[in-house]
C-alpha cells in the first residue's frame, strides 16, 4: 500500500475513538452518482430548480423530484467496499459513529449501527404541511417509507398529500434552502468535539454547514484525515491527505492495521 495508505493504518491504529464523515463519493462505487464530479447531478440539472421554496410552489418540481426519486431507488445500490470498512472499523471498536450527507441509507445497509444523517433520508417522506415557508416545514408528524408515495403515483394520484393533515409531503432530504435537522446536527457536532480522529471520505467540502465540522474537529483537537479522488477545498486542513478511490484506499487502511501493530 502507497505510504499514505500506511499512514492512514498507523492514525487508525493508534486512534481511541474514530468518526468517520461522508459524502457523495462514498456511494459512487455503488452506482449512485455524485453531485460535482464530471456526470454528477449539478452538472445535469440546475440546484435551483430542487430547491425547497420551489418544491413547495410548482407541482411539477414535485412531479420531477418523485421521478428522481423512483429513478434514485431503481438503481438498487448496494453498499460498497468504502461502506464494509467503515463496517469493520466499527466491529473492531475503533469507530464511533458515521456522520453522512448522503440520502442514500448505504451506511445502515452495510451493518453501521451509529450513523447520523445531517441531510436527511431519500427512505422516508414527510409531512411538510399545508403552508410551509422559509425551509422550515411544519408538518403534522406523518412519515412513511419512500415507497408510499410512489404507490399514491401508481394508483393516480399525481401529487400525492399527507393523509393525515392534507399538507405537502417531501422525501425526508434535506434540499437547498430547507432547515438541517437541528438534532441530527447537535449530535454530528457533538461526536465531532469528542472524536479523536476524523476520517473525511468522498466529500468536495463544499456545502455549509455540513463543510465546517472538520474545523470543528481540528479546534477540539482531533487529527483530521480527507480521503478522496480530487482535491478538496479543505485539504490545507487535514493532518492526513489520502488521493484515491474510496473503496481501495479505506479496504487497504483497515487491513494495514493489524500487520501495521505487528510492525
Ligand atoms: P434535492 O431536492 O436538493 O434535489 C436533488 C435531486 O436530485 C432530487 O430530485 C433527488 O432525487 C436527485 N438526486 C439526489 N441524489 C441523486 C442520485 N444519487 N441519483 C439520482 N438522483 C439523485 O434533494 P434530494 O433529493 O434530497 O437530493 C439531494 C441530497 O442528495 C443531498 O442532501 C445529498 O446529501 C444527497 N446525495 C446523496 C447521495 C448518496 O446518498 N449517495 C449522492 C448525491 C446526493
Ligand atoms: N472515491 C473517492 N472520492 C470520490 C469518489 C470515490 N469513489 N467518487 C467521488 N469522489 C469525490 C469527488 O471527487 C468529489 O470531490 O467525492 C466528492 C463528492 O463531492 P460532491 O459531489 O460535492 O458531494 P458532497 O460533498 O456529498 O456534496 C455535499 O452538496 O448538493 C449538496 O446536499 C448535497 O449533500 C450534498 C452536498
Same mark, same amino acid.
Given at each position: 500500500?502507497?505510504?499514505?495508505?500506511?499512514?492512514?493504518?498507523?492514525?487508525?491504529?493508534?486512534? $481511541?475513538?474514530?468518526?468517520?464523515?461522508?459524502?457523495?463519493?462514498?456511494?459512487?462505487?455503488?452506482? =449512485?452518482?455524485?453531485?460535482?464530479?464530471?456526470?454528477?447531478?449539478?452538472?445535469?440539472?440546475?440546484?435551483?430548480?430542487?430547491?425547497?421554496?420551489?418544491?413547495?410552489?410548482? @407541482?411539477?418540481?414535485?412531479? +420531477?423530484?418523485? %421521478?428522481?426519486?423512483?429513478?434514485?431507488?431503481?438503481?438498487?445500490?448496494?453498499? +460498497?467496499?468504502?461502506?464494509?470498512?467503515?463496517?469493520?472499523? #466499527?466491529?473492531?471498536?475503533?469507530? /464511533?459513529? *458515521?456522520?453522512?450527507? +448522503?440520502?442514500?441509507?448505504?451506511?445502515?445497509?452495510?451493518?453501521?449501527?451509529?450513523?447520523? #444523517?445531517?441531510?436527511?433520508?431519500?427512505?422516508?417522506?414527510?409531512? =411538510?404541511?399545508?403552508?410551509?415557508?422559509?425551509?422550515?416545514?411544519?408538518?403534522?408528524?406523518?412519515?412513511?417509507?419512500?415507497?408510499?408515495? &410512489?404507490?399514491? =403515483?401508481?394508483?393516480?394520484? $399525481?401529487? @400525492?398529500?399527507?393523509?393525515?393533515?392534507?399538507? &405537502?409531503?417531501?422525501? %425526508?432530504? =434535506?434540499?437547498?434552502?430547507?432547515?438541517?435537522?437541528?438534532? /441530527?446536527?447537535?449530535?454530528?457536532?457533538? $461526536?465531532?468535539?469528542?472524536?479523536?480522529?476524523?476520517? !473525511?471520505?468522498?466529500?468536495? &467540502?463544499?456545502?455549509?454547514?455540513?463543510?465546517?465540522?472538520?474545523? $470543528?474537529?481540528?479546534?477540539?483537537?482531533?487529527?483530521?484525515?480527507?480521503? +478522496?479522488? #480530487? @482535491?478538496?477545498?479543505?485539504?490545507?486542513?487535514?493532518?492526513? *491527505?489520502?488521493?484515491?478511490? %474510496?473503496?481501495? !484506499?479505506?479496504?487497504?487502511?483497515?487491513?494495514?492495521?493489524?500487520?501495521?501493530?505487528?510492525?
Amino acid at each position: 500500500p502507497s505510504p499514505s495508505v500506511q499512514s492512514l493504518s498507523r492514525m487508525l491504529a493508534g486512534a $481511541e475513538r474514530v468518526v468517520a464523515f461522508t459524502g457523495a463519493g462514498i456511494s459512487t462505487e455503488s452506482g =449512485i452518482p455524485d453531485f460535482r464530479s464530471p456526470g454528477g447531478i449539478w452538472t445535469r440539472y440546475d440546484p435551483r430548480d430542487f430547491t425547497f421554496d420551489r418544491y413547495v410552489a410548482d @407541482p411539477e418540481v414535485r412531479a +420531477n423530484s418523485w %421521478a428522481m426519486r423512483r429513478a434514485f431507488f431503481a438503481t438498487h445500490a448496494r453498499p +460498497n467496499a468504502a461502506h464494509q470498512a467503515l463496517v469493520e472499523l #466499527e466491529v473492531a471498536g475503533r469507530l /464511533a459513529g *458515521v456522520v453522512t450527507q +448522503n440520502i442514500d441509507g448505504l451506511h445502515q445497509e452495510a451493518g453501521s449501527r451509529h450513523v447520523i #444523517e445531517i441531510h436527511g433520508t431519500a427512505r422516508e417522506i414527510t409531512c =411538510i404541511g399545508a403552508l410551509p415557508v422559509d425551509g422550515a416545514p411544519d408538518g403534522c408528524g406523518f412519515t412513511a417509507p419512500h415507497t408510499w408515495a &410512489l404507490e399514491q =403515483i401508481d394508483a393516480g394520484v $399525481e401529487d @400525492p398529500r399527507c393523509p393525515d393533515c392534507g399538507g &405537502l409531503v417531501k422525501s %425526508a432530504t =434535506i434540499s437547498f434552502g430547507q432547515q438541517m435537522p437541528l438534532d /441530527a446536527v447537535r449530535r454530528a457536532q457533538a $461526536e465531532v468535539a469528542a472524536c479523536d480522529l476524523l476520517l !473525511v471520505v468522498g466529500s468536495s &467540502l463544499q456545502v455549509y454547514p455540513a463543510a465546517a465540522l472538520p474545523g $470543528e474537529a481540528r479546534q477540539h483537537g482531533a487529527q483530521v484525515v480527507i480521503v +478522496n479522488d #480530487e @482535491p478538496t477545498d479543505l485539504d490545507g486542513l487535514a493532518h492526513l *491527505v489520502v488521493r484515491g478511490r %474510496a473503496g481501495e !484506499v479505506l479496504t487497504a487502511a483497515v487491513a494495514g492495521i493489524g500487520s501495521d501493530t505487528l510492525g
